[in-house]
């Protein structure tokens, strides 16, 4: 049997990051603190090793809170969903029509303004299912958020994130997540 090559960040693959157990997620070992608001620098130091370092609970965390959610209203869920869907699709053809809409708009002024009129009403209409499905989706972020924060790093965590971060390790999907978005850990704490 041939070997594969190995992912590395240079070719942009990456290792999936094993799953940490619940006791040192959330339980017995792990330590929670208030971080110190004052000292933005290492705030976000912990927020960032955590995130990387916890990647593959905060992901099942997060669907298992977006499920739950769904569960509770799924109707509603499923409304908020279609009525964003729906609401992007409409901005999506409106700004790719160009003159064509602006001269219907002109040419059909009644029909303009009651379209107007009915899209606004069933935004209003389904804007509760539009905050659950936001909530469903928010609640998630806010959660990982608030773990991250409140999670000390312990020497596991600080060790496997050093690795990843001088290369000894494959990068991870969160990594590269982060790192696209601008974050990037010091090598040097």
């Not at 699709?89 to 059909?108: E, M, R, T, Y």
């Not at 608030?146 to 990068?171: D, F, P, Y």
């Amino acid at each position: 049997m041939r070997k594969m090559a190995t992912p590395s960040k240079e070719n942009g693959a990456f290792e999936v990051a094993p799953l940490r157990s619940l006791d040192d997620f959330l339980l017995e070992s792990a330590r929670f603190q208030v971080p110190n608001f004052r000292d933005l620098d290492k705030w976000g130091k912990r927020v960032y090793n955590n995130l990387v370092y916890y990647q593959s609970n905060y992901f099942l965390l997060a669907l298992a809170l977006f499920a739950l959610v769904g569960l509770i209203h799924p109707l509603k869920m499923f409304l908020g969903l279609f009525a964003i869907g729906v609401a992007c699709s409409l901005l999506v053809a409106a700004s790719n029509g160009g003159p064509q809409i602006a001269k219907f708009k002109q040419d059909h002024p009644i029909i303009s303004v009651i379209a107007i009129l009915i899209a606004a009403y069933l935004i209003v209409y389904l804007l509760d299912g539009i905050l659950v499905f936001l909530l469903g989706i928010l609640l998630p972020f806010s959660a990982t958020f608030v773990h991250a924060s409140l999670r000390l790093r312990s020497l596991r965590n600080k060790l496997t994130n050093k690795m990843e971060q001088i290369g000894l390790k494959k990068s991870t999907p969160m990594g590269m997540i982060l790192d696209a978005l601008g974050f990037e850990a010091e090598i040097i704490d």
